[in-house]
């Protein structure tokens, strides 16, 4: 052992600690072959560079996989606030609908209104009338109590026309 020197000392060791027959050029032979059995640098036929490759694929998968599902997930959002919409579109444009058929209604009884009101201005001044139908009295105090709902429904439906549209985004 004295006359070795630094390396060939602990491969002597080693050698010694291996067995009979094995030498550390042996065993590093052995790793060597071994470790290119199984890695190559920037390799692309060994086990561990197709277990890399095969990992690197599959976790892009993954990251395509939670980015659509992500995207699905937004739609599936989107078409809800759509359809949210839709519906109180549908029910202001179904208030807005009847409104509308009660002022068309309010609009045949508004000549006979306006006779009305003339009259009563004229017996009020002291002017003399015409021939009344007998059922005029009635008619227009039925005319006038449905021309001030007809007026309190447009303030309405103006009121919720104006709030669903303040929704809508």
């Not at 052995?30 to 390799?43: D, F, I, N, S, W």
């Not at 197709?50 to 995207?71: G, K, M, N």
Request: overall charge positive; hydrophobic content about 45%.
């Amino acid at each position: 052992i004295g006359s070795l020197k630094g390396d060939q000392v602990g491969a002597q060791l080693l050698s010694a600690g291996l067995g009979a027959g094995l030498n550390l050029q042996q065993l590093l032979a052995t790793l060597k072959k071994a470790r290119e059995e199984l890695y190559v640098p920037q390799g692309k036929k060994r086990s561990l560079n197709l277990a890399q490759r095969s990992y690197r694929d599959a976790a892009e998968a993954v990251r395509r996989a939670e980015r659509a599902e992500a995207a699905w997930h937004q739609r599936r959002q989107d078409e809800r606030r759509a359809a949210a919409i839709g519906e109180r579109l549908a029910a202001a444009d179904r208030d807005l609908a009847a409104e509308q058929q009660r002022l068309d209604r309010l609009a045949t009884l508004w000549p006979e209104w306006t006779q009305w009101r003339e009259h009563t201005a004229a017996v009020t001044a002291g002017r003399e009338l015409g021939a009344w139908p007998p059922d005029a009295a009635t008619r227009a105090q039925e005319a006038t109590h449905a021309l001030d709902a007809a007026r309190r429904a447009e303030a309405a439906a103006e009121a919720r026309l104006a709030e669903v549209l303040r929704a809508l985004p």
